[in-house]
């Protein structure tokens, strides 16, 4: 026989446990629901085929960590390789600018807050390129890319170039990793006979701006892909990678140098 203080005891408990119950699914459901729009992002790597203003606007807005990309510097630029199998890059004309200024516009709402963007430019489209980039990040310097050859240009009336640059930007309060180094580079451009790109840049420089601008996980994004130099930085160091490239051949060069690093 159960005493009567002992069953008010009883169902007071009972109501206890309800009360406690009802406040932890209530907690439950909004943390997951936190979880939810936290892990809303691209959850593998991927490639693209397309334009990327089109394919910018599906990504989920601050899906992404870091832009790192070498979009056409609108100069008609054209490659003297009798071994590419495209010696242009499409929308290098004054086009180049409006397509920047687009894809930017879009970019930035992928980018998470206080994340670094590096895009290469030189100095014929640094003047119009830069203006762009401050439109929508906070400009933090220019690096100088110091290549191991100088151009070939008008060789008696101008300096051999041996230089390139690269706008560093962010979006918010941007922290670099590692200790805090300066703002020249010396990385070998990659050898004409190994290019897979008329403007192919050298994954250990692209492998330096990752490394010090995101953690192991995170997502690079690269909307002017060209033939897959960020990406594969991207994988050699263990980020996930969102590459977009319009030209077919381009891409399927992308494809077939991410696939061979996955096999390795």
């Known amino acids: 026989m159960v005493a009567q203080g002992q069953t008010t005891s009883c169902w007071v408990d009972s109501v206890r446990f309800c009360l406690l ?24 790597s ?44 499409a929308n290098d004309g004054q086009e180049a600018y409006g397509l920047l200024d687009a ?9 998470k807050p206080d994340r670094h963007v590096f895009i290469f430019t030189n100095f014929q489209a640094y003047e119009y390129m830069a203006p762009i980039v401050r439109k929508y990040f906070r400009q933090k310097g220019a690096l100088v890319w110091i290549k191991n050859n100088g151009t070939r240009g008008d060789l008696k009336g101008s300096f ?13 309060r941007a922290i670099l990793q590692g200790k805090r180094e300066r703002d020249v580079l010396e990385f070998a451009k990659v050898p004409a006979h190994a290019m897979a790109h008329v403007t192919e840049k050298p994954v250990k420089l692209l492998e330096y701006l990752i490394s010090k601008s995101t953690l ?16 594969v930085a991207a994988q050699n160091l263990g980020r996930r990678y969102i590459g977009i490239e319009m030209e077919p051949t381009w891409f ?9 690093k996955k096999s390795e």
């Not at 209530?26 to 629901?33: G, H, Q």
């Not at 399927?252 to 061979?260: D, H, K, N, Y």
């Open 103 to 111: 894809a930017l516009a879009i970019a930035c709402k992928k980018l």
């Open 21 to 44: 119950f009802r406040v932890a699914q209530a907690e439950l459901s909004s943390y997951t629901a936190v979880m939810l729009n936290t892990l809303s992002f691209p959850t593998d």
């Open 216 to 231: 192991e996980g995170e997502v690079v994004l690269d909307p002017f892909m060209g033939s897959g130099s960020t990406c």
């Open 46 to 89: 991927q490639l693209y085929l397309g334009d990327c203003l089109d394919i910018l606007q599906t990504l989920p807005d601050e899906s992404v960590d870091c832009i790192i990309s070498d979009p056409p510097y609108g100069i008609n630029y054209r490659s003297r390789s009798h071994s590419l199998a495209l010696t242009r890059i």
């Open 160 to 172: 051999s170039r041996w230089h390139e640059d690269i706008i560093h930007a962010c979006k918010g």
């Open 252 to 260: 399927a060069v992308a494809q077939a140098r991410l696939a061979t």
